[in-house]
């Protein structure tokens, strides 16, 4: 499915190997099947996520698995992983998850309805994915839910405590 959208593929037998790839970089997304031999597909996650810790970056992971139980989908986002595809793999859904991690996300904390508008029509207009977040604590919930390229922060806005939202969302990171 993916080289019929004519996505450059690289595929992997285990979780090792996955690891090792990651470790090469290159790669702007990584669908991950839960069960592989050896390392599954959480460890093989809690172990990309490690080596992000010490090196920076995120790679977005998305895990790939039969598995559709109440729960799993949860387990998968404690283990690091950034979201969750049940197989069969619907086309429609792929092509959406894809392109919600493939393009750029923004994530605008202005509190100014004005302000914000502006912002937010300049990074749609270029093509950003964008987030909006009125307070800075909702700004910490969207920054502990997702990765985002560009953080737009008011640091004029004293509701906000702009440079103490910023500190948290760094250590978040």
């Known amino acids: 499915m993916l ?21 090469r970089g290159g790669y702007d997304v990584l669908l991950l099947d839960i069960q592989l031999g050896g390392m ?3 460890e093989t996650t ?5 080596i992000e810790k010490k090196s920076g970056g995120h790679l977005p992971v998305i895990a790939l698995t039969a598995r559709a139980m ?3 989908r949860e387990k998968c986002l404690q283990a690091g992983m950034d979201d969750y595809i049940s197989k069969p793999v619907d086309r429609k859904q792929l092509v959406d998850m894809l392109n919600k ?23 749609v207009e270029s093509g950003w994915q ?22 737009v922060f008011d640091m004029d806005a004293a509701e906000l405590k702009s440079v103490e939202g910023v500190k948290i969302i760094r250590q978040l990171e």
């Open 130 to 151: 964008v987030t909006i977040a009125d307070t800075k604590r909702t700004a910490m919930y969207e920054v502990s839910l997702s990765h985002f390229e560009l953080i």
């Open 46 to 50: 809690r172990k990309i996520r490690k």
């Open 3 to 23: 080289q019929q959208f004519d996505v450059d593929v690289t595929s992997v037998e285990s979780g090792e190997r996955a690891v090792e790839e990651v470790c």
């Open 40 to 42: 599954d597909g959480w």
């Open 70 to 72: 109440p729960g799993d």
């Open 101 to 123: 991690y493939l393009t750029s996300r923004a994530l605008v904390v202005v509190s100014d309805v004005e302000k914000q508008q502006i912002i937010v029509r300049t990074l």
